[in-house]
Structure formats: C-alpha cells, structure tokens
C-alpha cells in the first residue's frame, strides 16, 4: 500500500518562503509529485521528482530523498495567489495516490 | 493539445435518484483515466482508474460504478444516490506510459439533498 502524509495546515507572510514537507510509506516508489489546488478548483500538477535532488521551477522548487522517504515543496517570494492547497502524490502501479494535503495561507 | 471536459459543473440531486457524469479527452489516444472524489476541505479519495476501452479498476467499495465505452470517455454512475455520495468530483487523465502527471477536469460538485 502507499500512504504520504503531511501537515495540515503552514501560514506564512507575503514575500517569505515557506516548506511544505511529506513524508511516504510506498510499497514500490515511483517518484514523488506535487499538485496545487485552489478552493473550488482543479489541482494543477506543479513538479515532479523522480531522483533524488531539487528540481526547480520558477518560484518553486521541489526536493527528494529516497533514503529519507521524504520531499518537500519549497515555495519562495511568496504571493497572496500562492493560498491554496498542496498535495503530494506518488505514482503508483497504474494509478496515483494523493497525500493528505497541506492548507498554505498567506497572508499580506 | 490535450484537453480534458468534465460535466456538469453543479448537480443537486435527491436521494435514491441516479447519477451519470462524463468525461472526454482529447488530443491523445490510449489515456489512463480516474475518477477521484473530494470531500470539503479533505484529500482526494480515488475511485476508479481504467487503463482501456471496458477495463475498470475500483478502488472502494461503493453505491458508484465506472465504464470506459470509448477509449477517451469516462462515464461514472449510481443507481440510487446516497447522502454520504455528495462532494467534489474530479475526472483526470494521465499518459498511458506515466502517472507522474495527472490532468483534471473542472470537477463536478454533488450534492446529494
């Protein structure tokens, strides 16, 4: 089975940085993923790691270590768009398992 | 480009009426597709995924059922609504040789009255 899991909930000021981190339990590891959703809206895929190592985006970056069993989702020059929620995900076998979900808010 | 359609956009519906939402691809051929459900302020629970044209894995025993008549259509159904059936229903798309990305739909909200 795959679990990840992740804080509930991370507030942060315009302009910070803020970390979003998962943790995962997987009985085959794919790689990890990571989706944004707004209130109401679709989650929009964000990145994807599938090595160790930080991938970068723009004004996100996300980070893997399959030693660890541990990524995260750096957020920099944070925005008021950038509230929302974020998942990570780990592909699996024909299918793909969300995380719990991490609430950002932020504030001016 | 690929483009994914999912309606309706809202739904009220009463209990024990059916249910049936659709969802079509385009611009690929041979895409996996999912049905996920959200509850408010919650994750996403997947309910089933297909990997082709009859093929439907589910996921949680459920009052819901799927099936893939053509290769890009993705129909989900219920006989007779439950209250606990209301929430957020997203349709997704992936590659056929990867899930690392996932494209959605804009979701259909369900409520179940």
């Known amino acids: 089975g795959q679990s990840l899991e992740q804080p509930s909930e991370v507030t942060a000021v315009e302009g910070a940085i803020v970390q979003i981190n998962c943790t995962y339990q997987t009985s085959g590891f794919y790689g990890l993923s990571w989706y944004q959703q707004h209130d109401g809206g679709a989650p929009t895929f964000l990145s994807y790691?599938?090595?160790?190592g930080l991938e970068e985006t723009g004004r996100f970056s996300s980070f893997l270590s399959r030693s660890d069993s541990y990524g995260y989702l750096l957020l920099q020059e944070l925005q008021m768009k950038d509230s929302a929620s974020y998942f990570c995900t780990s592909p699996g076998f024909q299918k793909l398992v969300f995380g719990t979900g991490t609430r950002l808010l932020v504030s001016p | 480009s690929q483009t994914i359609h999912q309606w309706p956009a809202t739904l009220v519906q009463p209990v024990g009426s059916p249910l049936s939402l659709e969802c079509t691809v385009e611009g690929t051929s041979n895409p996996n597709l999912y049905w996920y459900r959200q509850a408010a302020g919650r994750g996403l629970q997947l309910l089933f995924y297909?990997?082709?044209?009859?093929?439907i894995s589910s996921e949680v025993p459920q009052n819901l059922s799927a099936s893939r008549p053509q290769d890009r259509q993705f129909i989900l159904s219920s006989k007779k609504l439950l209250l606990s059936d209301s929430g957020f229903y997203l349709c997704a798309w992936s590659s056929g040789t990867g899930q690392e990305k996932l494209f959605f739909g804009s979701g259909t909200q369900l409520s179940v009255l």
């Open positions: 790691n599938a090595l160790d």
């Open positions: 297909s990997v082709g044209i009859g093929q």
